[in-house]
Every structure is written in structure tokens, then in C-alpha cells.
């Protein structure tokens, strides 16, 4: 079965604090993203990356990075952690040539709350 | 214009009633649509993908596709109190080949 993984459920993170949050698939594919989802914005790309050591910014980069140092990983840094990012973070992944048919597989989310 | 755009609900059904949500879209470029379903608290989970025009059937949804009006949509046969959630409809962007998410239908399944 496929399977996206995120390493937390639920993080509680300080002001300031520089803040991991692991992706790892399992499907080999290229594509991966990372999204927040907020109450009445819906989900809302913050980057993605096609392949390793690859990286875009999607439509709110701005206070966080990414890194892909191999395929099945890809991670999201928050640099200094601030209340308005207290989100559901979803990673996503697709193939490169099944996209069009099998869409993206989510991981069960993190919530991150910030103090 | 959003780029996807759905009513945001909620939307409320009696227990064995069919549930119609609907979606529209932009690019008519797109050739690959999808229905995400997600539960509170949970991340989404595809239900549905459909790219003919026309009708899809798995069990008890059905998904819609109509190219010509830019408009997707997915009926619930017989919904159940289970079937609550939020529905995402997507698009695969021709241009960028990634998913653009609309907002989300809130369903309430009546018991």
C-alpha cells in the first residue's frame, strides 16, 4: 500500500525555535509537496519539489525552506518558528507519469502549534 | 476568478438522500479532475478521478464531468451520516501539471 509518512501528528514548537517537519514516501516518486491548510483558506502550496535536490517555491514560501537530499525524503524548515504559522502542514506526492490518473497521495498531517 | 471554485456550505442532507457537490474550474486546458474527501482532523483521501466528459460511477458516487461548462461535480447516492466531511475538488493545471485545489464543500449527512 502507498504510503506518505509524516514523522509527527502533533508539535508544539516556541516562538523563535527552528522547526523540522519530515516527509518519507515510499512509491518512488518524483514529486513531492508541501501544503498548509488553514480554516477558510483551504490548502495552500508553500513548496514542491520534481526531484532530488530540486526545490520551487509555491504560493507562501516566505518563512520557510525545504531541503530533498533523497528521493523519498523531503523536508520543511520553519527558521524561526512565529504564531501565524500555527497550521496543519500536509506533505503530498505523486508520480511524474501517473499524476494525471492517480492524482496525489497526502500524509496524515502535522499540526504545529506555535507559543 | 479563483482557479477552482466551490460553494464552501455547508451542505445538509437527510441520512439516504443524494448529496450533489459541485465544482468549477478555469483552465480549459485541464484534462484530469479529482474529488478529495477529509475528514476533521484528517488529511484528504481520493475518491474519485475522472477525464472524459460524462458520467463515472464507483459504488456510490458518481462523478460528473462536463468540459464544455468547466464544471465538475459528485453525487452521493443513498449519503450516510459516515459521508460527512469536507469534499476537495482538483485540477490537474495543463500548464504546470500540478493539482489546484478548490476550497472544500463542508457535507452534513442528516441521521
Known amino acids: 500500500d502507498v504510503k506518505v509518512t509524516q514523522s509527527s501528528r502533533y508539535l508544539v514548537k516556541r516562538t523563535g525555535e527552528k522547526v523540522f517537519l519530515e516527509c518519507v514516501q515510499d512509491m518512488d516518486h518524483e514529486n513531492m509537496f508541501w501544503y498548509r491548510q488553514d480554516p477558510g483558506l483551504g490548502l495552500r502550496l508553500i513548496y514542491f519539489s520534481y526531484d532530488v535536490k530540486m526545490k520551487e517555491k509555491g504560493d507562501i514560501p516566505e518563512g520557510y525552506s525545504v531541503s530533498r537530499e533523497k528521493k523519498e525524503r523531503f523536508s520543511l524548515i520553519l527558521e524561526s518558528a512565529s504564531t501565524n504559522q500555527t497550521s496543519m502542514y500536509l506533505c503530498?506526492?505523486?508520480?511524474?507519469?501517473?499524476?494525471?490518473?492517480?492524482?496525489?497521495?497526502f500524509g496524515s498531517g502535522t499540526r504545529l502549534t506555535v507559543v | 476568478q479563483k482557479e477552482v471554485e466551490q460553494n464552501s456550505g455547508p451542505l445538509s442532507v437527510p441520512e439516504g438522500a443524494i448529496a450533489s457537490l459541485n465544482c468549477t474550474y478555469s483552465d480549459r486546458g485541464s484534462q484530469s479532475f479529482f474529488w478529495y474527501r477529509q475528514y476533521s482532523g484528517k488529511s484528504p483521501e481520493l475518491i474519485m478521478f475522472?477525464?472524459?466528459?460524462g458520467d463515472k460511477e464507483d459504488g456510490r458516487f458518481t462523478a460528473q464531468l462536463n468540459k464544455a461548462s468547466q464544471y465538475v461535480s459528485l453525487l452521493i447516492r443513498d449519503s450516510q451520516p459516515s459521508d460527512s466531511a469536507t469534499y476537495l475538488c482538483a485540477v490537474l493545471a495543463s500548464a504546470t501539471n500540478k493539482l489546484i485545489f478548490g476550497t472544500g464543500t463542508l457535507l452534513a449527512v442528516q441521521p
Open positions: 503530498a506526492s505523486s508520480s511524474s507519469s501517473r499524476a494525471a490518473l492517480l492524482g496525489y497521495t
Open positions: 475522472i477525464y472524459s466528459n
